[in-house]
């Protein structure tokens, strides 16, 4: 009989510790506000917006009005939806879709735009600005495009490439890379097969040359912070033909990291959350 006290015992300050422990790893992985996770966009014409945020598992609200700061604090429209979940927290997308060309400039009055801020309103009445990382928005197309797109492939391990041939003769100055955070180290340009060094922009290519450009999204190790962040580029290639008009020509590189990886502690403190 007093076995069997002690074994209740035992178990019942063994349920104890448990529970107490998931009340502090939930208390610990709370979030006071939404944490936004940064995204490195370039995006041209009608591409959307897409934006992620990390909030509670339990948090039932969601984003309902949105203005950008650096766009004439316009009111835009979007969709959201959970995009995944861990233990501790959901992550939510927010896609701002343009049905045209003509929806693009009236939030950038005709010009490109870098967003870096938003201000977001949520259900539960609270309003934040948040830092979005940079997202360009161009209202423009390029319409004379000077390379061609020939096939394009997309791995599951954060890597792919995109082909192209010149429709006319020109010259590669390089491999944009506008961002504060940058990713030269992950992506090359091959010229009929063979690797173009940055020492060697600007390069020449003739009408049928082939141009491939390919991407690998391995960062260094565990403690890279790039390796948190979304991105969607789509210009990268600077062009220039024999009669000096020039271009940005189109490739696709895409990147959304792993929910169950990201790092959600040294983002909160990034963000001064902590």
């Known amino acids: 009989m007093n076995f069997n006290k002690k074994k209740v015992a035992t178990l019942i300050v063994a349920f104890v510790m448990v529970w107490v422990g998931n009340v502090y790893l939930f208390k610990y992985n709370s979030l006071k506000e939404p944490l936004f996770i940064k995204s490195y966009a370039d995006l041209q014409s009608g591409m959307p917006i897409r934006l992620h945020y990390l909030q509670n598992i339990n948090d039932e609200y969601g984003a309902v009005i949105i203005t950008f700061p650096e766009a004439n604090k316009e009111f835009v429209q979007f969709n959201e939806y959970e995009w995944g979940r861990t233990r501790y927290y959901k992550m939510k997308e927010i896609n701002i879709h343009f049905d045209n060309v003509e929806d693009v400039k009236r939030l950038t009055k005709g010009k490109e735009v ?62 944009k890379d506008r961002f504060s955070l940058k990713i030269s180290d992950m992506v090359k340009l091959q010229l009929n097969d063979k690797v173009v060094t940055p020492s060697e922009f600007p390069v020449k290519f003739k009408i049928g040359d082939t141009i491939t450009f390919q991407y690998d999204f391995k960062f260094k190790d565990e403690n890279d912070i790039r390796s948190n962040y979304f991105y969607q580029l789509s210009r990268l290639i600077e062009c220039e033909d024999l009669n000096g008009r020039q271009a940005n020509e189109i490739v696709d590189l895409h990147y959304d990291p792993n929910i169950h990886e990201i790092d959600v502690k040294r983002l909160e403190k990034e963000e001064g959350n902590r």
């Open 114 to 175: 870098k967003l870096t801020k938003a201000n977001v309103q949520f259900g539960n009445g609270k309003s934040v600005v948040v830092n979005i990382g940079e997202v360009y928005l161009s209202p423009s197309v390029n319409e004379t495009p000077l390379l061609q797109f020939n096939s394009g492939s997309q791995d599951s391990n954060y890597g792919g490439r995109t082909t192209t041939v010149a429709m006319s003769n020109g010259v590669i100055k390089g491999i």
